[in-house]
């Protein structure tokens, strides 16, 4: 953890052997030990050489020993035709269990499974490397790392370019890998779900923390709060001793004691002052110039895309609402955003702004990209594009956003992707818009920049809609989601934790009550159907009432009857316990058919039935927890 600039990447690069340290005067022994010989793999900007070979091939280079195994193994095996000789054996015997050790025997399903995993189609394996992104560039270097499982794992910002999907996915393998993994993020929901252990750099030092980022944060707290306490108390302590030896150091008999207790104050060991970073970043209110009528932005059957339909979305967004837009890269989720300010136009369907709606639109790639003069200041940039303005006016909203004193002076070639971010949007918040359009504005943040956007979105008066695959910021932020997923494009009208709990029912084949446009769905067949039928009135947006929630069918008086729902909640328990042991009998079949010989070599086959035992791994767990509400739900009943 730490601050930008302050060595977390020169630390990953020394620990790589990229670069030596330089330390020729001092005396003290420092530097580098390891434990014997220690594999390191290191997640590098990537800077592939040869652009022209296949992605398999750049991919393949990670095998090398294996092949090299394969090739001596197959040797042996030739001269073993021709010779008894038990040394060719033996030789034999060992290279088959360094295969083994290396899992060079599933080499090229574990490459194509993992491909798949990072968003890939299996023909993009002979696609050559330098037809891809950089950021799927960077998923290919990441692919290399994973399956040379190094000793040492060196991860630098490991979840940019990556969706949600992937991301969620990695902190399941990251958290199962059994070795040392060293990562330098700004993901704190990563951090928080991955790492048991914390060292921050700050003020040139560097402390060990137990626990994940949440657990140091709150041990940084209380420590800094801790010296503040005994700073105070010994500086109140040092202002009674001076006092004290100002009195009497002129008073013959108080000699002794003035030397004694002078000698008290220079061995005490000094509490350093707590420093405190300036968080304040963008503490400055943004008025919208005037408000917005209610309906800011409404959406219908909306169909986005250039020269295809990537989706089709409907939504609603109302003032003062921060409306999220979440899901997996490739669906639509920045078109949308470049629909909607008509960078592009619609396909289909269509879409309206509210009266008195006034936009002001943030795109994170042209903030990194920004064309501007590199050897123009700061000062001048954000001048050229206000020339109104007073110079003290200008150093006020930079101020604003952490360019305060010399930074304002500094070049803008010399600025970091991060210090890029904010003069954007310092510049795009001074037209005082009522919605504010961002695309990705944490990436390239640092921590306490992500803290301060945060807390000056809360605060604003406005609406927000933004694409994000920060989910610590979406869950600070977001009074809504809008999912785009494989299937659909979907609104749910709340914050980010409900929204996990209410995809967890969906998941359970429960659907929410506040998800839009969508029919409800009760536990009971017969309550079911009446939905169905619209018998308790039709779904959101249909014309007519909006459909009941559960609550709606359940929690009237009239409906109230506790024999029916002991009852029920019997029969729902032995429904789960039925099919608990049908989803055992189909892992169990699918299990089987993974160990089949015959699917060996069919990688498609093999990853659909991983697929399928996962979902019912996960179908299990659902029906086991449904098993333990409902069993507890019978004994809270009254007899």
């Known amino acids: 953890m730490g601050r930008r600039g302050c ?5 990953l690069k020394l620990i790589a052997g990229d670069i030596q340290m330089n330390n020729p005067d001092s005396d003290e022994e420092c530097g580098i030990t390891m434990a014997g010989k220690q594999e ?22 990670v095998f090398t020993p294996v092949f090299t195994c394969e090739k001596r193994m197959n040797e042996l095996e030739e001269q073993m035709k021709a010779s008894d000789d038990k040394r060719l054996l033996g030789e034999y015997d060992r290279l088959q269990r360094k295969m083994e050790a290396m899992q060079g025997y599933s080499w090229r399903q574990d490459m194509e499974i993992l491909f798949q995993r990072f968003g890939f189609a299996l023909e993009d394996l002979k696609r050559p490397i330098g037809s891809f992104s950089g950021g799927q560039q960077t998923k290919v270097a990441f692919i290399k790392l994973l399956l040379g499982r190094p000793d040492i794992m060196l991860l630098d910002e490991p979840t940019n370019h990556l969706d949600l999907p992937t991301i969620e996915w990695l902190e399941g393998y990251l958290k199962n890998y059994d070795r040392a993994v060293i990562i330098v ?11 048991d252990v914390t060292y921050e750099i700050e003020y040139h030092r560097m402390k060990r923390y137990l626990g994940n980022y949440t657990a140091f944060m709150k041990k940084k707290e209380e420590d800094l709060l801790k010296q503040e306490k005994d700073y105070e108390e010994q500086q109140k302590e040092i202002q009674r001793l001076t006092e004290w030896i100002e009195k009497w150091k002129n008073t013959p008999s108080k000699v002794s004691a003035t030397h004694s207790k002078r000698m008290a104050i220079e061995h005490m060991v000094k509490i350093e002052k707590p420093r405190h ?12 110039r005037i408000e917005s009528y209610t309906n800011v932005v409404q959406a219908k059957e909306l169909s986005i895309g250039y020269d295809h339909e990537l989706s089709k979305v409907s939504f609603l967004l109302q003032k003062k609402e921060r409306l999220a837009i979440i899901g997996e890269n490739g669906k639509g989720k920045s078109t949308l955003l470049k629909t909607l300010i008509g960078e592009i136009p619609a396909l289909g369907g269509e879409f309206k702004f509210g009266q008195n709606v006034e936009w002001g639109y943030f795109d994170q790639q042209k903030a990194v990209l920004d064309d501007a003069d590199p050897q123009q200041t700061v000062l001048d940039n954000f001048w050229e594009a206000y020339p109104g303005y007073l110079r003290e006016e200008v150093r006020s909203a930079l101020g604003g956003f952490l360019f305060s004193g010399e930074d304002v002076m500094k070049l803008m070639g010399q600025l970091s992707g991060g210090e890029k971010v904010r003069l954007s949007l310092c510049k795009m918040l001074q037209t005082r818009p009522n919605l504010l359009i961002l695309d990705e504005p944490t990436n390239h943040m640092d921590i306490i920049g992500k803290e301060a956007l945060e807390q000056m979105l809360r605060e604003y008066e406005g609406t927000v809609l933004f694409v994000s695959h920060d989910r610590y910021f979406i869950s600070r932020i977001a009074t809504g989601i809008l999912e785009f997923s494989q299937t ?10 409900e929204y996990l709990a209410e995809k967890q029912k969906e998941a359970d084949g429960l659907v929410g009550s506040k998800v839009m446009g969508t029919m409800k769905t009760s536990p009971d067949a017969k309550d079911s159907q009446k939905l169905a039928d619209g018998q308790f009135g039709r779904a959101a947006g249909g014309g007519g009432k909006a459909s009941p929630t559960l609550a709606d069918v359940f929690d009237k008086k009239s409906y109230y009857n506790p024999g029916k729902i002991r009852s029920r909640l019997q029969n729902q328990l032995e429904k789960y316990e039925r099919q608990l042991s049908e989803s055992e009998n189909r892992l169990a079949e699918l299990q089987l058919q993974l160990m089949d010989p015959a699917l060996a070599s069919d990688y498609s086959k093999l990853m659909e039935l991983q697929n399928a035992i996962d979902a019912e791994e996960k179908n299990q767990e659902s029906l086991l927890e449904r098993m333990v509400e409902t069993e507890t739900e019978l004994q809270e009943m009254p007899e």
């Open 7 to 11: 060595g977390k990447t020169t630390l």
């Open 40 to 61: 390191i793999g290191f997640l590098r900007q990537v800077n592939f050489e040869d652009k022209e070979i296949s992605v398999e091939e750049e991919i393949k280079k």
């Open 185 to 195: 993020s700004h993901d704190r929901m990563f951090l928080d779900k991955v790492i």
């Open 277 to 288: 970073f300036d968080t304040k970043a963008f503490h400055a209110r943004y008025v919208p």
């Open 488 to 497: 659909a494009v979907k609104q749910y009208r709340m914050g980010y934790e």
